[in-house]
């Protein structure tokens, strides 16, 4: 860490000089402006005009790459914020069909991308999404809800043997795949420019690394209603072949655990230090419900009863991240001045 003296130039103002290295990369020169962003902990940032234009462009070689690598690159690309993604052969010969496909194929995953410029050398795409028309808090809360719906039609397919059903659900998981790597992308930008953690709605950085797990906890809960689903679809007649009673404790297992991930995000978002503190007690109430409705399931053929535990792994599992989740919002809620702590 480099350290500056702070001298004084009148009565009332202090001043530090600009590392000339700095200057130079983000070309600040005497007499441009350049803005000031105040965070926690005493934090000043400061920022050039050429960090807050965001028009930055990305050029991917694709003669280098395999198909599937490009789709990767563009991923990548979107996710550290870029603007522009331009995908071009250097030795100025026709783009793969491969290749081609890969572009079209990214840019169907990814929130707010598009071509805007194809030639046979050279295709362009551009990200039109701006971070003001977000909130991670919105963002998240959109990810639950996605990954709440997989969940519920997975196991309505299961109570009532219905394949279009988990067929619905694992048609949602292209879209929480979309929210949650739109999440990534804003995480990214705003750690590069924390002007930006305005417009995301954030009194600061500090919650964004916080907001990166809870995200991925997402992401891994909406994966859990996508093996369900899956499950569903590949079971005889659809169905766990368990009697009305289990199906019902599993679907009142569901509903819990929904409950659960609802809060998770919500006491996250709000800070709510209280209501973090009820997800770990929910929580408490159904950590055994896996090997309770396990242990009172009659005989059944050793895959079917495979089956049925899977789905109650997977209901636990997005317990635990729901818990996780709480946890990030114990550590937030607890950075802040309030009733349950004292920050000098």
Not at 139 to 156: D, Q, V, Y
Not at 162 to 172: G, I
Not at 233 to 258: C, S
């Amino acid at each position: 860490m480099e350290t500056r003296k702070v001298q004084r130039l009148g009565p009332s103002t202090l001043a530090m000089t600009l590392p000339a290295e700095w200057a130079k990369e983000y070309n600040v020169n005497k007499g441009d402006e350049v803005s000031l962003r105040m965070g926690g902990k005493g934090m000043l940032a400061v920022m050039p005009e050429s960090v807050q234009q965001e028009e930055s462009e990305a050029i991917i070689h694709a003669d280098s790459l395999e198909a599937d690598a490009v789709e990767r690159a563009i991923l990548a690309q979107y996710v550290l914020g870029r603007r522009i993604i331009q995908v071009e052969s250097d030795s100025d010969e026709t783009l793969e069909s491969t290749t081609i496909n890969a572009v079209y194929n990214a840019e169907t995953q990814l929130m707010g991308l598009g071509v805007i410029e194809e030639t046979p050398e050279r295709i362009t795409i551009r990200c039109s999404v701006d971070p003001e028309d977000f909130t991670l808090a919105d963002l998240l809360e959109r990810l639950e809800s996605t990954g709440r719906t997989m969940r519920n039609e997975a196991i309505r397919a299961l109570a009532h043997g219905n394949p279009d059903l988990a067929q619905r659900a694992l048609n949602r998981e292209r879209q929480a795949n979309k929210i949650f790597v739109l999440l990534l992308r804003l995480i990214f930008t705003a750690h590069q420019n924390p002007n930006l953690t305005r417009a995301l709605e954030l009194d600061d950085g500090f919650a964004l690394i916080g907001h990166r797990s809870i995200a991925k906890n997402l992401e891994l809960t909406a994966d859990n209603a996508e093996d369900i689903a899956e499950i569903a679809l590949d079971a005889d007649d659809h169905t766990l072949g368990v009697d009305d009673t289990t199906m019902r404790r599993i679907r009142e297992f569901t509903d819990q655990v929904n409950e659960i991930t609802e809060k998770g995000v919500t006491c996250a978002v709000t800070r709510d230090y209280e209501m973090a503190l009820d997800v770990r007690r929910l929580f408490t109430e159904i950590k055994d419900r896996e090997q309770e409705i396990l242990n009172d399931i009659d005989e059944m053929p050793n895959r079917d009863l495979l089956r049925v535990r899977e789905v109650l792994v997977s209901l636990q599992q997005t317990a635990q991240y729901a818990v996780r989740n709480a946890e990030i919002a114990t550590n937030l809620a607890l950075n802040e001045q309030s009733e349950f702590a004292t920050i000098k």
